[in-house]
């Protein structure tokens, strides 16, 4: 796996020297910027304010080069500043003076206005963004308060209207030219959804994915190349931030002869690369969509399932009678669809949220149920849970136990009961039955065909006429 300061001069690189900025994004609540910096150096160190990074900027994280690879770019050295002005930033450089508060006093139902000089003993600002208490002398008494609303005959010496880097570059040759800073910041998200929508009656639906970006850095973007990461990319989180194991999800993009896709895909390294075909803005505080994906007539069958004892896994040799009884009489409904090429898809899908949403008889759509979704490759199937079944009713029981711990074996039998009450629909249960007592097991009866899912699991499937009422017995045998 690729470090992520290689990931982004291979961005960097691929993006060539275009003049728009560049964002990379991943799920992970970063991004890899890259702009552009106008600079006229001389021949030798060069001091360089730059102010025009995010809020979460990682300063470690900064590459500077020239594209056109004329000039070698060196910075000797890297100051960043991240405490742009604030009234408490000002109270603080204005400590052991004095300064006017403007108070608004209500006086005979007139509010009139009053300055009070007001000497700041302690401003109360904390480096790094907290705050304390003031402590303020007004006419030689002190008060941990403010007067009221202070009055700042200017800036200070050494204030900054928002974060900046004060660079000492050294450049080989003189020259002016725009050159390429890159770097990692906080404050950047995506995420991908997708909408499924069934007609009246059927198994068919189509689907319209969306990608959400959201930026909470601190900077506009104006007319950006925009592109999304997808993969398992390892990020350090800061120790004063939760680790967020979500991993960066997967994007992707379906061509269709009769319109441009919004967004393209490419492999890159050991990940996936998206790219949006047009350039976007993408605003402070702003959360964008695009539509990347719509694809039409999906075979999606509806399932019914019932787990009886779907809480029931195999822990070790057990026999006691009891163990594993469960009053559950609910029929899960779930949603099953193939991402293949013969089912309209056929392309890696990113982990996001499902909505299903079916049409009435009056043609209006009805949501029916919500679940997500991991990263999917394509040629596998994705099943869901949207749900129980209002019509559809399960009843699990124990009939039968024997254990003989000399012989070494145990025995029990289940009875299954399953009811149909709907009107004019058959249907097919498929009952889920784990076997948790023990490792070593056969089943001697059932009333049904079975398939074994694994291990530990046996799968009936029941079709039930509606108003009907169907049993399914089996008996489990288990030696040690």
């Given amino acids: 796996m690729k470090t992520l300061t290689s990931l982004m001069i291979l961005g960097a690189a691929a993006l060539g020297a275009a003049a728009e900025p560049a964002l990379t994004l991943y799920n992970q609540n970063f991004a890899v910027v890259r702009d552009t910096v106008p600079l006229d150096l001389k021949a030798g160190p060069n001091a360089v304010r730059y102010s025009d990074a995010t809020a979460q900027v990682e300063p470690d994280s900064v590459i500077l080069r020239d594209p056109a690879g004329k000039h070698a770019l060196q910075i000797l050295e890297q100051n960043y500043r991240n405490d742009p002005v604030s009234q408490e930033l000002l109270l603080s450089l204005f400590e052991g ?3 006017d508060f403007q108070n608004v006093r209500l006086k005979d139902n007139t509010q009139t206005r009053e300055l009070i000089r007001g000497k700041v003993v302690r401003s109360g600002f904390i480096p790094g963004g907290g705050s304390g208490q003031p402590i303020i002398e007004v006419n030689g008494a002190l ?3 403010l007067p009221g609303q202070p009055l700042f005959p200017d800036l200070g010496s050494d204030t900054l209207l928002k974060p900046a880097f004060n660079w000492l570059l050294q450049s080989d040759t003189p020259g002016r030219f725009d050159a390429e800073v890159g770097y990692v910041t906080g404050g950047f998200d995506w995420s991908a959804s997708y909408n499924l929508v069934s ?20 900077k506009t973007f104006e007319n950006a190349r925009i592109k999304l990461m997808a993969g398992d990319v390892n990020k ?12 960066a999800r997967r994007a992707m993009a379906m061509d269709f002869a009769e319109k441009s896709a919004a967004v393209s895909e490419k492999a890159f390294d050991e990940f996936h690369l998206y790219s949006i075909a047009r350039p976007t803005t993408l605003h402070d505080h702003e959360t964008k969509q695009v539509e990347f994906v719509h694809a039409e007539n999906l075979f999606a069958p509806t399932l019914y399932v019932y787990e009886g ?9 057990n026999y006691d009678q009891g163990y594993g009884q469960s009053d559950n009489k609910k029929i899960i409904i779930q949603r099953e669809f193939k991402n293949a090429e013969t089912n309209q898809l056929g392309l890696a899908l990113p982990k996001g949220k499902l909505r299903f949403y079916r049409r ?7 949501f029916v149920g919500e679940n ?12 869901v849970t949207t749900g129980n079944a209002f019509d559809l ?22 009875e299954i009961k399953l009811r149909n009450r709907k009107k004019d629909a058959p249907v097919e249960i498929r009952v889920v039955e784990p076997l948790y007592r023990w490792s070593n097991w056969s089943i001697p009866a059932a009333s049904d065909a079975f398939v074994k899912k694994d291990t530990q699991t046996l799968e009936f499937r029941v079709m039930v006429k509606p108003d009907e009422e169907r049993r399914v017995t089996y008996t489990v045998h288990y030696s040690w």
């Fill in 97 to 99: 003076r004095t300064i």
């Fill in 143 to 145: 008060q941990f308060a």
């Fill in 199 to 218: 007609p009246e009656k059927g198994d068919r639906v189509d689907l319209v994915g969306w990608i959400t970006m959201n930026n909470q850095s601190g």
């Fill in 236 to 247: 350090i989180q800061p120790q004063n931030q939760p680790m967020q194991l979500g991993l």
């Fill in 309 to 317: 004892a779907a809480d029931q896994r195999f822990y070790g040799l």
């Fill in 360 to 366: 009435d008889s009056d043609g209006q759509l009805q």
């Fill in 372 to 383: 997500e979704i991991d990263h999917t490759p394509r040629n596998e199937t994705i099943r």
């Fill in 393 to 414: 009713v399960g009843e699990r029981k124990q009939t039968n136990f024997r254990v003989d711990t000399a012989e070494k074996w145990m025995e029990e039998t289940f």
